[in-house]
T-cell receptor, first 114, second 115 residues
Framework: DAGVIQSPRHEVTEMGQEVTLRCKPISGHNSLFWYRQTMMRGLELLIYFNNNVPIDDSGMPEDRFSAKMPNASFSTLKIQPSEPRDSAVYFC????????????FGPGTRLTVT | QQPVQSPQAVILREGEDAVINCSSSKALYSVHWYRQKHGEAPVFLMILLKGGEQKGHEKISASFNEKKQQSSLYLTASQLSYSGTYFCGTVSGGPTTSGTYKYIFGTGTRLKVLA
C-alpha cells in the first residue's frame, strides 16, 4: 500500500513568496495532521483534520499559515507570505479511523526560505 | 507543556539495554512512541492506552503510569537498527476539558548503538 505522499520534497523560495505544500493521506484514513519540525522547537502540531473538518488549529503560528482539506484524499498547507523563520521540515501524517494516535508520517517537505 | 524526555541522548553498545522516560505535566489519556532515523520521517512504534499497560514491539517494550503521568520505553539487547531519535507523543484534553484533544510530542531522545 502507498504511504502518505507529500510534495514537493524540497522547496527553496524567497522571503515574501507564497508556498503551498501538498499531502495525500493513506487511503481509508480519516484523520490528517500537519507538523513542523525544527532543531529548536522539535516536532510541533500545526493543525489536524478529522473527516476533512479542521478540529484544532491552535498550533498554526500566525495568519500567514492556512490549511485546507477539500476531500478525503488531499490537503494543502499554505504560507503567504513566507519568512526565513518558516524554514523547517513539514510533515503530514494520517491515521486510521478510530485510531487517531496511530499516525503514519509522510516523507516530509524541507522548506528553505531565503 | 511539552513532555520532557530523559535522557536527552544515550550511546550504547550492541546488546546493551536502555530506558527512555517521558514525563508530562498534564493528565494523559494515552502515550505513543515513535522512532525517527536521521533524515527520515517518524515511524509509529506503539501506543499505550491504559494506566499501567505494557506493550511490546520486537525487543522494545513500554509502560504507562497514568497516575504519575509518565511512560518509559525499554530497549533490550539493542541492535544497530535501533539508532535514531525516539519521541513520546501524548494526548490530553478532550471533550471534558478544552473540547479538543491535544497531540503533543516530547523533546526527543537521541539513541546511538555502536557495534
Amino acid at each position: 500500500d502507498a504511504g502518505v505522499i507529500q510534495s514537493p520534497r524540497h522547496e527553496v523560495t524567497e522571503m515574501g513568496q507564497e508556498v503551498t505544500l501538498r499531502c495525500k493521506p493513506i487511503s481509508g484514513h480519516n484523520s490528517l495532521f500537519w507538523y513542523r519540525q525544527t532543531m529548536m522547537r522539535g516536532l510541533e502540531l500545526l493543525i489536524y483534520f478529522n473527516n476533512n473538518v479542521p478540529i484544532d488549529d491552535s498550533g498554526m503560528p500566525e495568519d500567514r499559515f492556512s490549511a485546507k482539506m477539500p476531500n478525503a484524499s488531499f490537503s494543502t498547507l499554505k504560507i503567504q507570505p513566507s519568512e526565513p523563520r518558516d524554514s523547517a521540515v513539514y510533515f503530514c501524517a494520517s491515521s486510521p479511523r478510530g485510531r487517531p494516535r496511530e499516525q503514519y508520517f509522510g516523507p516530509g517537505t524541507r522548506l528553505t526560505v531565503t | 507543556q511539552q513532555p520532557v524526555q530523559s535522557p536527552q541522548a544515550v550511546i550504547l553498545r550492541e546488546g546493551e539495554d536502555a530506558v527512555i522516560n517521558c514525563s508530562s505535566s498534564k493528565a494523559l489519556y494515552s502515550v505513543h512512541w515513535y522512532r525517527q532515523k536521521h533524515g527520515e520521517a517518524p515511524v509509529f512504534l506503539m501506543i499505550l492506552l491504559k494506566g499501567g499497560e505494557q506493550k511490546g514491539h520486537e525487543k522494545i517494550s513500554a509502560s504507562f503510569n497514568e497516575k504519575k503521568q509518565q511512560s518509559s520505553l525499554y530497549l533490550t539487547a539493542s541492535q544497530l537498527s535501533y539508532s535514531g531519535t525516539y519521541f513520546c507523543g501524548t494526548v490530553s484534553g478532550g471533550p471534558t476539558t478544552s473540547g479538543t484533544y491535544k497531540y503533543i510530542f516530547g523533546t526527543g531522545t537521541r539513541l546511538k548503538v555502536l557495534a
